[in-house]
């Protein structure tokens, strides 16, 4: 029987699906904000949505791979 790893416990998993959303809608949002805030203009904040989806998005592939980094696949 194999030992359960830490990797294997389902509040974990559940709490890391939870902080991707967050971060993702997070850094959306601002993106939206920031932008409406100094431009003021509907092209500028569609552009500020799409940067903060793209930072978002690369939060979140930084955040798998801290969570993976201790697993071992």
């Given at each position: 029987?194999?030992?359960?790893?830490?990797?294997?416990?389902?509040?974990?998993?559940?709490?890391?699906?939870?902080?991707?959303?967050?971060?993702?809608?997070?850094?959306?949002?601002?993106?939206?904000?920031?932008?409406?805030?100094?431009?003021?203009?509907?092209?500028?904040?569609?552009t500020g949505i799409f940067?903060?989806?793209?930072?978002?998005?690369?939060?979140?592939?930084?955040?798998v791979r801290k969570a993976?980094?201790?697993?071992?696949?």
């Open positions: 029987m194999k030992p359960k790893s830490s990797g294997d416990n389902p509040w974990r998993a559940l709490a890391l699906v939870g902080a991707l959303g967050f971060e993702v809608a997070i850094c959306t949002l601002l993106g939206f904000w920031i932008t409406k805030w100094i431009f003021g203009t509907t092209g500028w904040m569609i940067i903060g989806l793209a930072a978002g998005i690369l939060a979140a592939v930084w955040l993976l980094e201790g697993s071992d696949e």
